[in-house]
């Protein structure tokens, strides 16, 4: 079992920046990579941002150049460093992470970019 905790969400203005952070612990020897992903209303939960045990990283189109997603093994936390923010940036944020048996998943971290 792994548990996730997500921290750092919040209300933020069009073109502000917003970092997101999210603790693992349990059986985390068993993690091959992390991520982040959002949920809008009425919308399916996708893909943000992942990244490997290797540092390997992959982001989704509509992110990309405004969000960096890092990680420290040594304390097991994964980051997102999100910045020139956009309305449509408005979502639950998720933290993922994944196992050889199956996926793990944060309560949820809600991103609100409005003015």
């Known amino acids: 079992q792994v548990q996730l905790v997500e921290s750092g969400g919040g209300l933020v203005q069009p073109g502000g920046s917003l970092r997101l952070s999210c603790a693992a612990s349990?059986?985390?020897?068993?993690?091959?990579?992390m991520g982040w992903y959002r949920q809008a209303p009425g919308n399916q939960r996708e893909l943000v941002a992942t990244?490997?045990?290797?540092?390997?990283?992959n982001y989704a189109d509509s992110v990309k150049g405004r969000v960096a997603i890092s990680r420290d093994n040594a304390k097991n936390t994964v980051d997102l460093q999100m910045n020139s923010l956009k309305p449509e940036d408005t979502a639950v944020y998720y933290c993922?992470?994944?196992?050889?048996?199956?996926?793990?998943w944060g309560q949820g971290t809600q991103v609100t970019v409005s003015s």
């Open positions: 993922n992470c994944r196992t050889p048996r199956t996926a793990y």
């Open positions: 990244i490997t045990n290797g540092g390997r990283t």
């Open positions: 349990g059986s985390i020897f068993s993690i091959y990579a």
